[in-house]
Nanobody, 131 residues
């Protein structure tokens, strides 16, 4: 019953920036345990975790490849998640997926979230980074 829609993908030169958006609708996102995450998948590759944020937006978690370059945030209504990507590299080229889950810890975690921790998924938005 929860729907997630990503937007903001496109083509950019290496070193450039893009901001992805994820709009959630059709469900309840009022619990503090509800987290929103971003994954990506390149052709022939598995779905890779990128970043996650808790409902209130105070806690975030990033994979090593995203640290220092990507920033995940929440909109005022808390039903929108943003992924600001800077210093993009060709290896960032992938389809980026928004995800949401009600049982995904973010604050203080030390391990990369598994895709199975998330309950809902968007259809993805393409990001292409050229040299």
């Amino acid at each position: 019953q929860v729907q997630l829609v990503e937007s903001g993908g496109g083509s950019v030169q290496a070193g450039g920036s893009l901001r992805l958006s994820c709009a959630a609708s059709g469900g309840s996102f009022t619990t503090n345990a509800m987290a929103m995450g971003w994954f990506r998948q390149a052709p022939g590759k598995g779905r890779e975790f990128v970043a996650a944020i808790n409902w209130g937006g105070a806690s975030t978690y990033y994979t090593d490849s995203a640290k220092g370059r990507f920033t995940v945030s929440k909109g005022r209504a808390k039903d929108t998640s943003y992924l600001q990507m800077t210093s993009l590299k060709p290896e960032d080229t992938a389809t980026y997926y928004c995800a949401a889950g009600s049982r995904v810890p973010v604050h203080g975690r030390t391990s990369v979230p598994n895709r199975d921790e998330f309950d809902y998924w968007g259809r993805g938005t393409q990001v292409t980074v050229s040299s």
